[in-house]
């Protein structure tokens, strides 16, 4: 339909509602405000409280949906969150349960699963080929010829159920919270508000929460007793002083009570995701109405009994006009009464507890006649089941119990084996009366607050589920999960076939795997199962109940909070001078300035500056700062002096490179090391690894300084004029020569760090200056450095920087299974030494040889820059190297590379092949790492 | 998510540390072959149920501590408190010095 | 004998209300077999499926402690590709892929693979260093994979937020054509029709209690339902391959870990190939019945819990709408969790182990499913001539002890 018909139906005056009722005692429907909104392209109303089904049953609407598989009209079964077939699209948002959303004005519902419209599905057809799509038809064909495969999946998937997203769509707003009550109350039933109450008297914080729009359970649809004890109950849990959450769901229970609840219903808030640490959590879910399994069960006027109650007492409309009612309980004999109190005609009511059965439902789109066992056809528009229960366990079972079969009550219930932390309580554990559940509840909710350290418990009498009839299946076959469109035959077929446990029929029928994850499904397609297998179902046991126990949406999982994101102080100048960003790690940092050359070029010809705050910088502290270095660095750190600064080379165990650095001696028991940026959390653990459990004796204090001290690097041959002109220390090269550290003030800063070494290959000078003054001692070199030619630059300049120095980056040119002599830093290890992280590895890879080199290469043609991670190849496929660093030069005029090769290969002047993204292979000279200035004349000028 | 009885901080959520991996002795680097050293730096005893461990207590108080948990179910309980042995953790009298049993048994 | 799958006989049969003969047989357990493997899942099934199609032995057992295709087989997300990082593990995995292209004719049995395409994303210059690596090796051995940039990604995915303004914005991908997905059920119950037509017997409900070893060598196994001679054991087993080979006294570099995955709610199919952020932790692909199934790395400690965590579906959902922001309004319906055999190098232990006749197919991390045909392949070899084919010839267990991992680690040390 177009969305101009659409528009102009929605103009029309809206539907009248015919089937609602007189205003009922326990209504939960505001008359006094109406709720327009549109369905399928017309305009109707309802009241405010009314769910978007029970609106539209009050005006004649039947179906809401098509079955995704045979496309069969679907209607109201359970009028509550489950119902499977009234799920539709509202606005954006596919799936809304139209049986629990309320009402909202303006909203625009869509069915969903209707091609090309709701009356007329031409999918329909496929009910003539239904012989033909028995339950995993598709693993038996559509399998040659092969190419063709693509086709029949696209075909397929048209068939895919549920509603449909955009990529437009504005995300709404979802939240997190947290909550630590010491009991918390999964279900406001009469037994989980007792809980609720009792505990909260005994002291202890309460959270209860309910799934529906209010607290109550069942009472709210009895009639006056359950009305009254209802009353008393809200008043109750109004004066405890329990926090109560309704249309929210508990969702999940994780280890040691970590529990999550969906919270929805909230002004401006999608929904949000409440993550509580319960002390104790009592699970009172209270039962779900089970379908009955026939031919036609799925026709739209086919009901529970706890949805025609439901609609007539909550919402006050009548579910249809003439009724035959199936009933093995007092709930469908309830039902049967409020029917004939409103003036629904009730026909017949079935008495399944005297062995009176359905045998099939007719009707053509919805229900005109029931066949009854004894052959009669009794004619009707509603079918009233009352044939049994379900207990969602699910939440007990995510806390490791397993559910058990209770022939008597043909219901599973709680198993034995709970954590101390959780309880269960009302239908879920048994039966009774409203008062029994009253007292059940509330000796449980004596116990959880004593368990929670509040009052004395309680002893909690049992509470036995009644005997009910086993009623799982008429003589006929229906549907077993009616979103999955799978029927008892299907599961009949798949267990002759062998697929004959819970799980393999389960898989292979797809029955319990859709919107209600089983809740209806599961108890029938066990039930079937242990029909044709001959077991019982005690035997068959049910599939595991995952969490969620209902669906959340990724925004509410996801929350508001966005990954963090580091910046140094410098951040704002950057902003202002169009920085680039990089995103690296948790950095953001800049790239470059817009012209890396430029920068480069600077830098080699006069004086640049960079911000390098996310350096790891560690303070170590004590006498035995030398014993950890050396530890901890391959290489040898005894004689380091006061004023001294040691480039060194961490090893994992396995002898795998872990990072590298420099440390300086500021004083004698103090030390600076600095670490890679992406290593400093690491650098730190693994030193305090060291310290508390190989040497607890020795006397270290390690303090992490990274975002403590802002730091600059000022390289280039004007480096020196320019910090000399800021600083009180004395630059000279005598006073202060390579590698050395010193301090003093910096821009008018005290206790700021200056060391002299150079990753650029230039003379350069590293400043650590407290972090809230970083901006300012930024802004100060690039004043009084204008006329020196000072520039800014970024982490792309910088790399150009070292690579034509030939300094190794670890993690770019080094790699998980990268040792110290692979890297060419066999130098550095001392092997002499007693011990360190990695010795014994290191040492063996000492006496085999690497196997492979870093190298430095060079492309024949200076013009080609092969991108990093091409191969150095021999033939057709052999593997000889890879690059690990690549760019152009400007100091050299030419493309330079950093690579392995394998040993053979090392020699400089090898020629090797080097094979491009685009297939060519050129040929590229090894040289030796260092591109630029090899003798490090400059460097240390 | 679980929780981890943290001598220092009390019990906390294991998302505030980081797994260490089990309790094991380092060879003397002096005397061990290559394999002993690969079988210390890879072998696994991958036990399940009831094991000590190592964790790391990085947003906390960035002790690394010894715990015993149940690899079946998580539940964890301090260390000592099956081998009915000495406090897994010494009250450090200065810092970065706990005791050396703690972690490495 | 098998009855033959087709459109044709599935219409005759359903006009006839005819069931079909059984998948697999059950039978009683025998004294003696010629080989025994542990575990009904993917790797034992395809292991003993290739043993009596390309050796001729059928007498073999496959045993499992819970039913068919329950642990990993059954857990897992179903990713199928190609697009590893050294030339042993591209060349091992495309003959996987090759297999699987024509699994579903040669076993009569469609495992519904659907080559749609994989792409890697790159979310900062390292990621973007390694996708180029891995591609100019998968170049190397024939295997279809390219570096695309954000244009080409948000034409594959048009929900994708490609605009430089994320936290981790979008640099380029390895887009893998031949990457896919399959049915998991599908292949486990493939091979086990497949092998059961040819004689090997399946039985589920079995549980190996012990291994016996005599002399250093393989005697038999001890069951939950009775003892069997056989003089090879293969351990085909995830999630507790180390402790069922410590019943024959091997001790494994392993640790299991699990492995979580969520899917939710259907919705129209708008994804039409899988995704991957290695740098985001997720994965996510669309199903054709139109749930999004995701999964993420492991947990970051050891367990053999399969109860899931909330902080898993918490940051699953915060990564998948970095990526797709739209689709917030999508539910996660259900989590689950399957165990991982972790090894040292990322690397699979495949092949002899210090008892003779005892042969281990373990460790496969997150990456099992993927491997399974060309595993049960080569171990069927294996088990048949008694030697190891070149194939896996990089993964025995004594690569630890000699200190020859595989490069696999450096991909994901460097893919962070």
């Avoid at chain 1, 003093?744 to 990753?759: H, M, Q, T």
């Avoid at chain 2, 450090?92 to 972690?103: H, I, Q, V």
């Avoid at chain 3, 390292?126 to 080409?152: C, F, H, Y």
Wanted: charged share 20%.
């Amino acid at each position: 339909m177009t969305a101009r018909v659409r528009a102009a139906r929605s103009s029309r005056r809206p539907a009248e509602t015919p089937f609602r009722l007189p205003p009922q005692p326990g209504e939960v429907i505001d008359r006094s405000r109406l709720v327009p909104f549109d369905w399928d392209g017309r305009r109707y109303v309802g009241f405010a409280g009314d769910t978007i089904t029970s609106a539209l049953a009050a005006a004649g609407v039947r179906t809401f949906s098509r079955s995704f598989k045979y496309s069969r009209p679907r209607g109201i079964l359970t009028a509550s969150a489950l119902d499977p077939g009234c799920t539709v699209q509202v606005g954006d948002e596919p799936n809304v349960r139209a049986s629990a959303r309320r009402l909202a004005a303006g909203m625009s519902v869509v069915p969903q699963n209707v091609w090309p419209t709701l009356r007329y599905d031409l999918r329909s057809v496929n009910k003539v080929v239904a012989p033909f799509l028995t339950a995993g038809f598709y693993y038996k064909t559509f399998m040659s010829p092969r190419p063709l495969w693509p086709a029949y999946e696209r075909v397929l998937s048209r068939f895919a159920s549920g509603g449909w997203t955009s990529p437009d769509a504005i995300p709404s707003y979802y939240d997190q919270r947290f909550t630590h009550p010491d009991v918390l109350v999964a279900g406001g039933g009469p037994a989980g508000m007792a809980a609720a109450v009792e505990a909260a008297r005994a002291g202890a914080r309460v959270l209860l929460v309910e799934e529906e729009h209010e607290l109550g359970g069942s009472l709210r649809w009895g009639g006056a007793q359950e009305l009254e004890a209802l009353g008393r109950l809200r008043a109750d849990v109004a004066q405890a002083g329990i926090e109560v959450l309704v249309d929210s769901v508990v969702a999940g229970r994780y280890d040691d009570n970590w529990i999550s609840i969906a919270q929805r219903g909230l002004p401006d808030v999608t929904e949000r995701l409440i993550k509580a640490r319960a002390g104790i959590l009592v699970v009172a879910p209270g039962l779900i109405e089970r379908p009955y399994v026939f031919a036609g069960n799925d026709l739209p006027g086919v009901m529970l009994s706890t949805a025609v109650r439901r609609l007539i007492d909550l919402y006050a409309v009548a579910p249809g006009s003439r009724a035959v009612v199936l009933s093995a309980n007092a709930e469908g004999d309830a039902a049967a009464a409020d029917l004939d109190r409103v003036g629904v005609e009730v026909v017949r009511v079935l008495d399944a507890r005297r062995g009176e059965d359905v045998r099939r439902a007719l009707g053509r789109g919805t229900l005109s006649a029931v066949e009854v066992a004894d052959g009669s056809r009794i004619d009707c528009d509603l079918l009233v089941t009352a044939t049994g229960w379900t207990a969602p366990t699910s939440l007990l079972n995510m806390a490791g119990n397993q559910p058990v079969w209770d022939p008597l009550a043909a219901r599973f219930r709680p198993g034995e084996g709970l954590p101390d932390t959780v309880l269960a309580t009302g239908g879920i554990v048994g039966d009774g009366s409203v008062d029994e559940l009253v007292a059940h509840g509330t000796a449980t909710g004596a116990l959880a607050a004593a368990r929670a350290g509040f009052g004395s418990a309680a002893v909690v009498a049992p509470l036995s589920p009644h005997p009910h009839p086993a009623l799982f299946r008429a003589t006929t076959h229906g549907f077993v999960d009616f979103p999955e469109d799978v029927s008892s035959k299907d599961v009949m077929a798949a267990a002759a076939e062998g697929y004959d446990s819970s799980e393999l029929v389960k898989r292979y029928t797809t029955a319990t795997m859709g919107p209600t994850q089983g809740k209806l499904e599961t108890v029938n397609t066990v039930a079937v199962l242990a029909e044709a297998t001959g077991r019982s179902i005690e035997e068959l046991g049910t599939t595991v109940w995952r969490p969620p126990y209902a669906p959340i949406s990724l925004g509410a999982l996801a929350g508001r909070v966005s990954p963090p994101a580091r910046y140094s102080p410098m951040q704002p100048w950057h902003e202002t001078h169009s920085a680039v960003p990089l995103v690296a790690g948790e950095w953001i940092r800049p790239d470059s300035y817009g012209d890396p050359a430029a920068e480069v070029r600077a830098v080699r010809s006069a004086v640049g500056i960079i911000d390098v705050t996310p350096l790891g910088k560690l303070a170590l502290h004590g006498p035995d700062v030398p014993n950890l270095l050396a530890a901890a660095y391959v290489n040898k750190w005894a004689k380091l002096d006061v004023g001294s600064v040691r480039y060194g080379v961490m090893c994992a165990e396995d002898g795998v490179i872990l990072d590298d650095g420099v440390t300086g001696r500021l004083g004698a028991a103090r030390y600076l090391m600095s670490t890679t940026s992406s290593g400093a959390a690491t650098v730190w653990q693994h030193l305090e690894s060291l310290l508390q459990t190989e040497h607890p004796d020795w006397r270290v204090h390690i303090t992490p300084m990274t975002t403590a001290y802002a730091s600059i690097n000022i390289a280039g041959p004007r480096s020196r004029e320019l910090l000399t002109r800021l600083t009180d220390v004395d630059l000279s090269a005598d006073a202060f020569p390579y590698m050395r550290v010193r301090t003093g003030r910096i821009a008018d800063v005290a206790d700021c760090v200056l060391w002299r070494i150079g990753f650029t290959g230039e003379l350069s000078y590293e400043i650590h200056v407290p972090a809230s003054y970083g901006l300012h001692v930024w802004e100060a070199l690039l004043e009084r450095g204008r006329d020196l030619g000072v520039r800014p630059f970024g982490v792309e300049a910088q790399r150009i920087l070292r690579l034509e120095k030939g300094h190794l980056i670890v993690a770019q040119d080094t790699d998980g299974l990268t040792k110290a002599y692979d890297a060419g830093l066999g130098d550095l290890v001392k092997l002499d030494k007693d011990d360190f992280v990695g010795k014994p590895e290191l040492l063996w890879q000492h006496e085999d040889g690497a196997q492979q080199s870093l190298v430095g290469l060079v492309p024949v043609d200076p013009s080609i820059v092969p991108a990093e991670g091409c191969q150095i190849v021999d033939g057709a496929t052999g593997i000889l190297g890879r690059i690990t660093s690549s760019r152009r030069s400007p100091t050299l005029d030419r493309s330079i590379c950093l690579a392995y090769v394998l040993k053979q290969y090392a020699e400089p002047d090898t020629v090797v092949t080097v094979r491009l993204p685009d297939g060519r292979r050129i040929p590229a000279t090894v040289t030796p790492p260092t591109h630029f200035d090899p003798e490090g004349a400059r460097l240390r000028g | 998510m679980f929780r981890i009885p943290c001598p220092y901080c009390g019990p906390r959520d294991a998302t505030e540390f980081r797994h260490q991996g089990e309790s094991r002795n380092r060879p003397d680097p002096r005397t061990v072959t290559r394999g002993q050293w690969r079988a210390y730096l890879y072998e696994k005893d991958n036990v399940a149920g009831w094991t000590r461990e190592n964790w790391y207590h990085g947003v906390g108080c960035r002790r690394f501590i010894s715990v015993e948990r149940n690899t079946v179910t998580n539940e964890t309980r301090p260390a000592a408190a099956a081998a009915g042995a000495v406090d897994p953790v010494l009250p450090g009298a200065e810092a970065g010095a706990p005791d050396a049993d703690s972690t490495r048994r | 004998m098998t009855a033959r799958y087709s459109a044709l006989s599935l219409l005759s049969r359903g006009l006839r209300g005819r069931n079909w003969p059984l998948v697999w047989r059950r039978h009683e357990l025998a004294p003696t077999y010629d080989a025994v493997i542990i575990g009904a899942g993917v790797h034992g099934l395809a292991a003993a499926y290739y043993l009596a199609v390309n050796h001729g032995i059928r007498n073999v057992a496959v045993l499992d402690r819970s039913y068919l295709g329950g642990g990993g087989s059954g857990r897992n997300t179903a990713i199928i590709r190609s697009n590893y990082l050294t030339p042993e593990g591209v060349r091992f995995y495309d003959r996987s892929v090759k297999l699987y292209e024509t699994l579903a004719s040669e076993l009569n049995f469609n495992v519904m693979f659907s080559q749609r395409g994989h792409l890697t994303l790159a979310h900062n210059d390292s990621s973007l260093r390694t996708m180029r690596w891995r591609a100019e090796v998968n170049k190397l051995q024939g295997v279809d994979s390219e570096v695309i940039g954000p244009d080409e990604i948000k034409s594959l995915v048009p929900y994708m937020d490609v605009s430089a303004q994320t936290r981790y914005p979008i640099l380029g991908a390895l887009y893998h054509p031949p990457g896919g997905i399959i049915r998991h059920d599908a292949v486990n119950w493939g091979y086990a029709r497949g092998a059961d037509a040819r004689g090997v017997q399946i039985h589920e409900y079995t549980e190996v209690v012990g291994i016996d070893v005599e002399e250093g060598r393989v005697r038999g196994v001890q069951t939950s339902r009775g003892h069997i001679s056989t003089p090879v054991v293969l351990n085909c087993t995830a999630g507790w391959s180390s402790l069922v080979s410590r019943l024959a006294g091997v001790r494994l570099p392993i640790s299991t870990h699990p492995l979580q995955a969520a899917v939710t709610e259907p919705v129209k199919v708008f994804l039409n190939t899988v995704v991957v952020s290695g740098t985001l932790h997720v994965y996510v692909s669309q199903t054709d019945r139109g749930e999004l199934v995701f999964g993420a790395s492991t947990d970051p400690y050891p367990s053999y819990s399969t109860r899931g965590s909330l902080e898993f579906t918490e940051e699953l959902a915060g990564h998948v709408l970095e990526l797709m922001p739209s689709i917030a309004a999508l539910r996660v319906l259900r989590q689950w969790a399957g165990l991982c055999d972790m090894t040292p190098d990322f690397s699979p232990i495949m092949g002899e182990t210090p008892v003779e006749g005892f042969l281990v197919d373990v460790g496969w991390g997150t990456y099992g499913f993927k491997a399974g045909p060309v595993a049960g392949e080569a171990m069927a070899e294996l088990v048949a001539t008694g030697k190891t084919p070149d194939l896996i010839s990089s993964f025995p267990l004594s690569r630890f002890a000699d200190g020859r991992l595989v490069g696999e680690k450096g991909a994901a040390a460097v893919g962070h």
